[in-house]
């Protein structure tokens, strides 16, 4: 595009056209880390043997499934916050953990839940810049107006 569109609408729509592998990433990171929290609580290594009541950290992530895989972006803002918990338990669990494989799962959660919230980040980011576009298109319509 050479210099600003001239119409407006165009300019919004190929602003909002984010790149699909972005949220196919987003999903399979997230599905990714609702099983492992489940698996890791249960069987892979519980906090006590024979499973905790831990795995219902899960639940949230069960949430968003629906809407990523939708490409809602209401969704992925939402669960892009709710996964940085996911992510700070990842690294207090590195942390604190003893040696087995309980710190591999938690290696494992930071791992997802960092590639869920930049790719959820970069599915949203142009839907955020045709808004703000709008908006300020909207405002020097309203100033020529008067």
């Known amino acids: ?19 699909p592998g972005y949220r196919y990433t987003a999903l399979f ?9 489940i698996l890791w609580e ?11 009541l831990l795995f219902l950290k899960a639940v949230p992530l069960a949430f968003a499934i629906r809407g990523v ?3 809602s972006h209401y969704t992925l803002q939402w669960s892009s916050m709710l996964v940085l918990l996911y992510l700070m338990e990842g690294v207090v669990r590195v942390m604190s ?4 494989p309980s710190i591999l799962m938690a290696w494992f959660e930071i791992f ?3 590639v869920f919230f930049f790719s959820a980040i970069l599915y949203v ?3 955020k810049k045709a808004a703000k576009l709008a908006s300020k298109l909207e405002k020097e ?6």
């Not at 210099?3 to 602003?15: I, K, R, S």
Request: proline share 14%.
């Open 29 to 37: 990171s997230l599905i990714c880390l609702f099983l492992l929290c």
């Open 69 to 71: 895989a939708k490409g």
């Open 125 to 127: 980011r142009p839907a």
């Open 1 to 19: 595009m050479n210099g600003e569109p001239t119409n407006p609408t165009t300019a919004l729509n190929e602003l909002v056209l984010a790149p």
């Open 112 to 114: 997802f839940s960092t």
């Open 97 to 100: 953990d003893p040696p087995g």
């Open 141 to 146: 319509q309203g100033v020529h107006r008067n």
């Open 42 to 52: 249960l069987w892979l290594a519980p906090l006590k043997p024979g499973g905790s």
